[in-house]
């Protein structure tokens, strides 16, 4: 309305029409509608560039305007660009201390953070929290917005106590400057809230997250974004904690907020859709995970750039739906859209790099193409030692990932050092008894089963099974793998009554609920090899023929696992004296076998001596 009457009394280029694009490209931004805020932004500039002197600060906000958007957008190159064009100009027209120079140096530190180039963006984010100690009283609250700033870059390099000593100090300045109920606070609580929970710390993690929230519930109207954010913190740690129905409320009750207050189209109704679409994922409840992932998807199409980080992540996760489904040739389709997207828009050691390498590396694992999976799970590390300190716990996972790769490639040795590397990190990042545990100590008992410790393979699965029954919900499909993990040791101890009840236990879950076939398909086989020690042939060879059919559905012609079910029924069928089938399927076994995995490998080897006994017999 404003722009309305002044372009009938004023000219086109008149400087009271920039502020007015300024204001409606502001909104639009606030909105999530970027390519519109941009257009009002370049009008602003447009007017103002030719009204005003070339070192004009108002030229410098200009500029500012659509770094911002741009870094938004996900174009960062474009946001550095427009950042460092303003920081210029206030370089120029402003004295070396004006709190407005800090703010050029803590938008260029922001862009570099999401370039994932950690020591950048701290060296810009430190150059403007000198300006504030030369300018600014010692509790002023630019001085909360720095230290905030720098915690946020060690929080995401991994530091969490450096990250929580900087939250804290922010938090203690606007406590002294700021009443007891001004929403800034609950900023405060929300980022120290965030550094427990990727701590691990769930418990402190609730606590910072409902102190930010009663303030919002104070402070704020009932349907604003902020407390959908609040919503949407709370329902996340529930999420961690495997309380899958509580985080589902909370997701929720964001949701509705979200869709009163925002258009249809914004970003952040996609992450609403998202969140709720993990928590269906982490349920094992895939097609209810995909309808949300899509709904998510189809809003980011619409509003971002088609090279957009986020359209990267929503590919990543889609695929990582359809591995844990065990639709190997989906997942790796998706996920090489989402690495083509970020090897076009992201510095090549930006940490997202490498965890698309490793969710690639993680499918042809699961392929049994073990080559390729080094090959990925090599670059994806590399990345990782550049780009993160240390101890940070994306390089447990991806120690976790070589020795998922070297256990399947019979290399037990270098598979025990790798997850030993992945274990001593994650006693540092997280408390014992974190979730992240779990797959460490699934590892550990694959590796020890397949060197023949069952007692250590035992107690690590059991171990494994505790942290699964305290984290999730009753009859996820995590417990069933632990419980046919659990049992499959039991056969190879001879205890084969333990071994049917935890089997058992492991099929009431797999074949009640919506899970990975390929993991029911190893309960089954586990299953007709318990049977087949007890000598039960007939039952055995049902459940034989059970997993066959599921692996020779979903996997390709000449993957491992195929071999080991070949394996087991050519064993089965000498048993009962089946000559034809006994060499035909050990004939496949070994086929694939001397294909696939080095010649050195226990399976093959294993292979080779049945063959030759069965060669003997006939």
Same mark, same amino acid.
């Given at each position: 309305?404003?722009?309305?009457?002044?372009?009938?009394?004023?000219?086109?280029?008149?400087?009271?029409?920039?502020?007015?694009?300024?204001?409606?490209?502001?909104?639009?931004?606030?909105?999530?509608?970027?390519?519109?805020?941009?257009?009002?932004?370049?009008?602003?500039?447009?007017?103002?560039?030719?009204?005003?002197?070339?070192? #004009?600060?108002?030229?410098?906000?200009?500029?500012?305007?659509?770094?911002?958007?741009?870094?938004?957008?996900?174009?960062?190159?474009?946001?550095?660009?427009?950042?460092?064009?303003?920081?210029?100009?206030?370089?120029?027209?402003?004295?070396?201390?004006?709190?407005? $120079?800090?703010?050029?140096?803590?938008?260029?530190?922001?862009?570099?953070?999401?370039?994932?180039?950690?020591?950048?963006? $701290?060296?810009? #984010?430190?150059?403007?929290?000198?300006?504030?100690?030369?300018?600014?009283?010692?509790?002023?609250?630019?001085?909360?917005?720095?230290?905030?700033?720098?915690?946020?870059?060690?929080?995401?390099?991994?530091?969490?106590?450096?990250? $929580?000593?900087?939250?804290?100090?922010?938090?203690?300045?606007?406590?002294?400057?700021?009443?007891?109920?001004?929403?800034?606070?609950?900023?405060?609580?929300?980022?120290?809230?965030?550094?427990?929970?990727?701590?691990?710390?769930?418990?402190?993690?609730?606590?910072?997250?409902?102190?930010?929230?009663?303030?919002?519930?104070?402070?704020?109207?009932?349907?604003?974004?902020?407390?959908?954010?609040?919503?949407?913190?709370?329902?996340?740690?529930?999420?961690?904690?495997?309380?899958?129905?509580?985080?589902?409320?909370?997701?929720?009750?964001?949701?509705?907020?979200?869709?009163?207050?925002?258009?249809?189209?914004?970003?952040?109704?996609?992450?609403?859709?998202?969140?709720?679409?993990?928590?269906?994922?982490?349920?094992?409840?895939?097609?209810?995970?995909?309808?949300?992932?899509?709904?998510?998807?189809?809003?980011?199409?619409?509003?971002?750039?088609?090279? #957009?980080?986020?359209?990267?992540?929503?590919?990543?996760?889609?695929?990582?739906?359809?591995?844990?489904?065990?639709?190997?040739?989906?997942? $790796?389709?998706?996920?090489?859209?989402?690495?083509?997207?970020?090897?076009?828009?992201?510095?090549?050691? #930006?940490?997202?790099?490498?965890?698309?390498?490793?969710?690639?590396?993680?499918?042809?694992?699961?392929?049994?193409?073990?080559?390729?999976?080094?090959?990925?799970?090599?670059?994806?590390?590399?990345?990782?030692?550049?780009?993160?300190?240390?101890?940070?716990?994306?390089?447990?996972?991806?120690?976790?990932?070589?020795?998922a790769c070297y256990e399947k490639m019979g290399d037990y040795a270098t598979a025990l050092k790798a997850l030993r590397s992945a274990f001593q990190i994650q006693q540092q990042?997280?408390?014992?008894?974190?979730?992240?545990?779990?797959?460490?100590?699934?590892?550990?008992?694959?590796?020890?089963?397949?060197?023949?410790?069952?007692?250590?393979?035992?107690?690590?699965?059991?171990?494994?099974?505790?942290?699964?029954?305290?984290?999730?919900?009753?009859?996820?499909?995590?417990?069933?793998?632990?419980?046919?993990?659990?049992?499959?040791?039991?056969?190879?101890?001879?205890?084969?009554?333990?071994?049917?009840?935890?089997?058992?236990?492991?099929?009431?879950?797999?074949?009640?609920?919506?899970?990975?076939?390929?993991?029911?398909?190893?309960?089954?086989?586990?299953?007709?090899?318990?049977?087949?020690?007890?000598?039960?042939?007939?039952?055995?060879?049902?459940?034989?023929?059970?997993?066959?059919?599921?692996?020779?559905?979903?996997?390709?012609?000449?993957?491992?696992?195929?071999?080991?079910?070949?394996?087991?029924?050519?064993?089965?069928?000498?048993?009962?004296?089946?000559?034809?089938?006994?060499?035909?399927?050990?004939?496949?076994?070994?086929?694939?076998?001397?294909?696939?995995?080095?010649?050195t490998h226990p399976h093959l080897l294993e292979y080779k001596e049945t063959f030759e006994k069965i060669r003997k017999k006939m």
């Open positions: 309305m404003s722009l309305k009457i002044e372009r009938k009394t004023l000219p086109e280029d008149h400087p009271s029409l920039a502020k007015i694009y300024n204001n409606i490209g502001q909104v639009y931004s606030n909105m999530g509608d970027y390519s519109k805020a941009l257009e009002f932004y370049e009008k602003d500039l447009e007017i103002t560039k030719k009204a005003l002197s070339p070192n #004009h600060p108002d030229l410098a906000i200009s500029y500012n305007n659509i770094g911002l958007v741009y870094n938004y957008m996900g174009d960062y190159s474009k946001a550095l660009e427009f950042h460092e064009k303003s920081h210029k100009i206030r370089e120029k027209a402003l004295p070396p201390n004006h709190p407005d $120079l800090a703010t050029s140096y803590n938008n260029i530190g922001g862009v570099y953070n999401n370039m994932g180039d950690y020591p950048k963006a $701290l060296e810009f #984010h430190e150059k403007s929290h000198q300006i504030y100690e030369k300018a600014l009283p010692p509790n002023h609250p630019s001085f909360a917005t720095s230290y905030n700033n720098i915690g946020g870059v060690y929080k995401d390099m991994g530091d969490y106590s450096k990250a $929580l000593e900087l939250y804290e100090k922010s938090l203690k300045i606007k406590e002294k400057a700021l009443p007891p109920n001004q929403p800034d606070l609950a900023t405060s609580y929300n980022n120290i809230g965030a550094v427990y929970n990727y701590m691990g710390d769930y418990s402190k993690a609730l606590e910072f997250y409902k102190k930010a929230h009663k303030i919002r519930e104070k402070a704020l109207p009932p349907n604003h974004p902020d407390l959908a954010t609040s919503y949407n913190n709370i329902g996340y740690v529930y999420d961690n904690m495997g309380d899958y129905s509580k985080a589902l409320e909370f997701y929720e009750k964001a949701h509705k907020i979200k869709e009163k207050e925002l258009p249809p189209n914004h970003p952040n109704l996609a992450l609403s859709y998202n969140n709720i679409g993990e928590v269906y994922n982490n349920m094992g409840d895939y097609s209810k995970a995909l309808e949300f992932y899509e709904k998510s998807h189809q809003i980011l199409e619409n509003v971002l750039p088609p090279n #957009h980080p986020n359209l990267a992540s929503s590919y990543n996760n889609i695929g990582l739906v359809y591995n844990n489904m065990g639709d190997y040739s989906k997942a $790796l389709e998706l996920y090489e859209k989402s690495l083509k997207i970020r090897e076009k828009v992201l510095p090549p050691n #930006h940490p997202n790099l490498a965890i698309s390498y490793g969710n690639i590396g993680q499918v042809y694992n699961n392929m049994g193409d073990y080559s390729k999976a080094h090959e990925f799970y090599e670059k994806s590390h590399q990345i990782f030692e550049k780009a993160l300190p240390p101890n940070h716990s994306y390089l447990a996972i991806s120690y976790l990932n070589f020795a990042a997280f408390q014992e008894g974190n979730s992240a545990f779990t797959s460490t100590y699934s590892w550990l008992g694959r590796v020890y089963r397949s060197m023949k410790d069952y007692s250590k393979a035992l107690d690590n699965f059991e171990k494994c099974l505790a942290i699964d029954l305290k984290t999730f919900p009753e009859k996820h499909p995590y417990q069933a793998v632990a419980y046919s993990n659990i049992g499959d040791v039991h056969r190879l101890m001879g205890s084969y009554e333990n071994a049917l009840a935890f089997h058992q236990k492991a099929l009431n879950i797999q074949e009640n609920v919506q899970c990975n076939p390929l993991e029911c398909a190893t309960t089954y086989i586990n299953l007709g090899e318990t049977y087949r020690e007890m000598k039960d042939y007939s039952t055995a060879l049902i459940y034989f023929e059970k997993g066959l059919a599921i692996r020779e559905n979903k996997l390709p012609k000449n993957h491992p696992d195929l071999a080991v079910v070949y394996h087991n029924m050519a064993k089965l069928y000498l048993a009962t004296r089946k000559y034809s089938m006994t060499m035909k399927n050990i004939q496949q076994a070994v086929e694939i076998a001397q294909e696939k995995l080095p010649s």
